[in-house]
């Protein structure tokens, strides 16, 4: 699918040759493309603006069947991100127009202010991702995504970047992966269902796996999952991978584990505390962290990664019924913490609350990540684009934030003051599930869940806003968005995890 072409531009043939163009720089030293943007400004409508495009038929000269012209407007605006996008959108058009190839000619590394392999990534992760078309539940197919995606460059670049279309393959399948699981409707994916298809997918790479169904969470005291799951006919469950390099001895060294955790609630109504309706079908994402867990997973495993993850996978549904918990009960937690219920739509943490801990348990990991969709005040501080990063250490905070930036997928480091955790205090537990104010909801969320991380070093990401993009993104169809996997392997590769 993805690929790197070299030779001469001219001559290459494909139905599609795409060129960016920034509006006051010139990005290309190779003379063919700079002739060719040359004559893409001698037209007027065309000044190589942010998102505009033109496109020319029969070229002079290009055997090419067209050439898009991209724009990226000025050059002190670019950036990974920037290349990304022009990648996304070059490609839905090509999608829109029923292609079935396209190549992407490369800018010169030094033009484009950019070091040629996050260039070259760029480019090729946004035409992957901005090819994903999710019509599963379409009867006519009408949108087919293209089959073939080259990046266009000389060939000493070529030499230099060989391995990475097949890398940034793996990593944006997983993407992919995530995608479809958090686009998939709440009917089709019960937490029976989704952990089963999560097991499918695991089991084709090296991953080992366990799952605790409802029976083995009662034996171990898992009260915060079995609360959640208490309201529904589906019944939850505790899905454990791990992958784990040391086991074949493929890796020498220092050994060192990381835990990632992720909220799989595969429909949140809010249980008794019941949600308005207004959007409620967007509910069906609250499944994304558990998503995102599993696809890094895979995509770690495909990659070979150096050393073990596993990853700690609560799935319920929280749904209104006879037998779901109300608010006021009090619960206990697999750590042996008990919660006192008051809002039964906050009902992640206590997912996760069980999940982290016996991750610590079971694997005494060095690090413990947790994804989770957690909470709307997230939304609201960030906006839908952005993940709230919560930790204890800054060190590990930095990390993700700045895997987010190399990424593109934002994350931004938030405060976790002490103070406010009197803000969850119980009369008669030892902690309340929700603070009595709005106010802060993401940060008392975060202190929640830094409890049940046992002195572990601990991060919580909240990705209630980017993991779903009602109406899709520059390279990204509507509905899930695959948010973290790129981030968590990004975070895996810098080694601190
Ligand atoms: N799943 C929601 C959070 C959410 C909101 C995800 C918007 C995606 C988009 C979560 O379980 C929830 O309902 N949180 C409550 C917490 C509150 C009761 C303290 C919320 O955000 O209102
Ligand atoms: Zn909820
Ligand atoms: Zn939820």
Not at 80 to 87: C, H
Not at 188 to 193: F, S, W, Y
Not at 213 to 232: P, R
Request: proline share 5%; glycine share 10%; net charge neutral.
């Amino acid at each position: 699918m993805l690929n790197i072409i070299t030779g001469d531009v001219l001559k290459t043939i494909c139905q599609c040759l795409v060129v960016p163009v920034c509006e006051d720089k010139l990005l290309h030293v190779d003379p063919a493309v700079a002739a060719l943007v040359d004559k893409a400004f001698k037209i007027k409508e065309f000044h190589g603006k942010k998102d505009t495009f033109l496109l020319l038929y029969d070229v002079d000269g290009v055997k090419a069947e067209r050439v898009l012209f991209a724009g990226l407007g000025p050059h002190a605006s670019l950036n990974a991100e920037a290349f990304r996008i022009l990648a996304g959108k070059s490609v839905k058009k090509g999608i829109q127009n029923e292609l079935s190839d396209m190549a992407l000619v490369m800018p010169d590394a030094d033009a484009a202010g950019l070091p040629a392999e996050p260039l070259a990534s760029a480019l090729l992760e946004g035409a992957f991702l901005g090819n994903h078309v999710f019509d599963a539940y379409k009867t006519e197919k009408t949108r087919k995504p293209l089959k073939r995606l080259s990046l266009f460059t000389d060939s000493q670049a070529a030499e230099a970047l060989a391995g990475l279309p097949g890398r940034v393959e793996i990593i944006c399948r997983g993407t992919l992966l995530a995608r479809e699981w958090v686009s998939m409707p709440s009917n089709d994916k019960t937490p029976d269902r989704l952990v089963r298809s999560f097991v499918r997918a695991a089991e084709k790479e090296d991953l080992s796996f366990t799952i605790l169904d409802e029976k083995s969470l009662k034996q171990n005291g898992m009260g915060g999952i079995l609360a959640v799951g208490a309201g529904s006919r589906c019944k939850p469950r505790l899905l454990v991978l791990d992958y784990n390099p040391y086991q074949n001895q493929k890796t020498a060294g220092v050994k060192q584990t990381v835990a990632l955790v992720g909220k799989g609630v595969t429909f949140d109504a809010g249980g008794i505390s019941l949600k308005p309706a207004a959007h409620m079908e967007e509910m069906k994402s609250d499944m994304a962290g558990a998503a995102a867990v599993t696809a890094t997973l895979i995509t770690l495993a495909r990659l070979e990664h150096h050393f073990r993850v596993v990853g700690v996978i609560p799935v319920a549904e929280n749904m209104p019924s006879g037998d779901a918990v109300r608010p006021g009960d009090i619960i206990k937690t697999y750590s042996g913490r008990t919660v006192e219920i008051t809002n039964t739509d906050a009902e992640g943490r206590l997912l996760l609350a069980d999940a982290m801990a016996y991750a610590v348990k079971m694997f005494k990991p060095d690090i413990l990540i947790d994804l989770a969709t957690l909470t709307g005040a997230c939304v609201v501080a960030l906006g839908e684009k952005i993940a709230g990063v919560f930790s204890k250490d800054p060190a590990l905070a930095g990390e993700i934030v700045a895997a987010g930036d190399a990424t593109g997928e934002r994350c931004w480091a938030m405060p976790m003051p002490d103070d406010y955790k009197t803000l969850l205090k119980s009369e008669f537990a030892d902690t309340n599930n929700v603070s009595d104010t709005r106010h802060g909801g993401a940060i008392t969320g975060a202190l929640f869940l830094a409890d049940f991380a046992q002195g572990v070093r601990h991060a919580h990401i909240d990705i209630a806003g980017p993991a779903y993009a009602k109406k899709g993104g520059d390279y990204c169809p509507p509905g899930g968005t695959g948010f973290g996997v790129r981030l968590m392997v990004e975070v895996m590769g810098r080694g601190k995890g």
